[in-house]
């Protein structure tokens, strides 16, 4: 979160010493808003895992094919898989 905070402070046309406290304050701050939209979050969190959970088969599967196409015979893909 820091790494991402610092990225967008970066482009703020603030001095740095203003940018510092921005940061300080999300340190105090951000634990109480996290608990506060957790309601929301969860809801979010939830949308989210039930794409992938939609999405997964469907990306397994074509890789899977891709692999096979990539390589049709099973002795050689077998001997990759060892190494």
Not at 23 to 41: C, D, F, I, R, S
């Amino acid at each position: 979160m820091k790494e991402e905070l610092a990225k967008i402070r970066a482009g703020f046309p603030v001095p740095d010493w203003q940018k510092g406290t921005l940061l300080e304050l999300m340190q105090q701050y951000a634990p109480a808003l996290v608990v506060e939209q957790k309601p929301e979050l969860q809801v979010m969190m939830q949308g989210l895992v039930d794409e992938v959970r939609t999405a997964l088969p469907k990306a397994v599967r074509e890789g899977h094919i891709k692999s096979l196409a990539k390589n049709p015979v099973s002795e050689p893909r077998a001997d990759e898989y060892v190494n």
